[in-house]
């Protein structure tokens, strides 16, 4: 089966600091990977080069057996490669309405005027609300986004990513600087995506993580450590020593 996503010896330099060291890494479609490593470890370096931020010093990067190693980030998105961020990119005087009809006007290749058929019914805002629907954000459909509560605004990122209809999709922390109690709620949407739709979580939160992944890979100062199962990992002694504390993870 080819992967969704694959990345193959992938180095990454910083002047003389080695921020990726070779990594090797791949996704079966409809994934449900984690990829976790104490801070510095170099996961949203490895994310950047996925996506086209950084350009990968060694390396290739393969998206459903096509190489995407040098197309720009736009053109990674066309091929079904989305990602959300550590720190929200949204537009705060928007509305989510709005947000995400905009990124599915740029998905389908609509003009510039796509504010103007907003409200009017049609397609695009059709689209949007029900991608909203799914994420449980009908309801602020026409709040300003910056009202919104930061976890709400978290889910609007990645329904925005979800917009695009993507066959990998990143998730760069998307529980960080969440509340308690709104974290069940990026929990159960990360865990509702669609499986034609594969995943790579990048994320601190351990509780979430091994209550989402199949797949972990521990990355350490660039290189992967191991990869496993979600109990493989938590009784490697290698990753409770440097990650999950001696406790490790009931």
């Given at each position: 089966?080819t992967?969704?996503?694959?990345t ?5 330099h ?14 079966p ?5 984690a990829l ?5 470890a170099g996961?949203?370096?490895l ?10 010093g ?7 057996g096509?190489?995407v ?7 990674r998105v066309r ?9 929200n990119?949204?537009?705060p ?6 947000s995400v009809?905009?990124?599915v006007s ?23 609300a029900?991608?909203l629907?799914r ?9 300003r ?7 709400r605004?978290?889910l609007?990122e ?12 990143l998730?760069?922390e998307?529980?960080a600087?969440?509340p308690?109690?709104e974290?069940?709620d ?7 995506l669609p ?5 790579l979580?990048i ?5 979430l993580v091994?209550r989402?992944?199949e797949?972990?890979?521990v990355?350490v100062?660039?290189a ?8 493989e990992?938590?009784?490697?002694p290698?990753v ?5 504390g ?5």
């Open positions: 089966m992967p969704a996503l694959e193959i010896g992938l180095t990454h910083f002047g003389a600091f080695c921020a990726t060291d070779s990594v090797s890494l791949s996704l479609p409809g994934a449900r990977h976790i490593g104490p801070n510095g996961k949203t370096t994310v950047n080069l996925l996506t086209g931020v950084l350009r990968p060694a390396g290739r990067i393969l998206l459903a096509e190489e190693t040098g197309l720009a980030q736009d053109r091929r079904g490669l989305s990602r959300t961020f550590q720190i990119q949204l537009f005087e928007m509305t989510p309405l709005q009809s905009l990124a740029r998905r389908l290749g609509r003009d510039g005027a796509w504010w103007r058929r907003l409200g009017h019914g049609g397609a695009v805002a059709e689209e949007a029900e991608i629907g994420f449980g954000l009908s309801d602020a459909m026409g709040r986004v910056g009202d919104l509560p930061y976890g605004q978290r609007l990645v329904a925005l990513a979800i917009a695009a209809r993507p066959r990998v999709l998730l760069d998307p529980a600087g969440v308690e109690a974290r069940e990026i929990l159960a949407a990360v865990a509702a499986r034609e739709v594969a995943v979580l994320e601190h939160d351990m509780d091994f989402f992944a797949r972990i890979t990355l100062a660039g992967m450590l191991m990869e496993g199962t979600p109990a990992v938590a009784a490697d290698r409770r020593a440097v990650y999950l001696e406790g490790g993870h009931d």
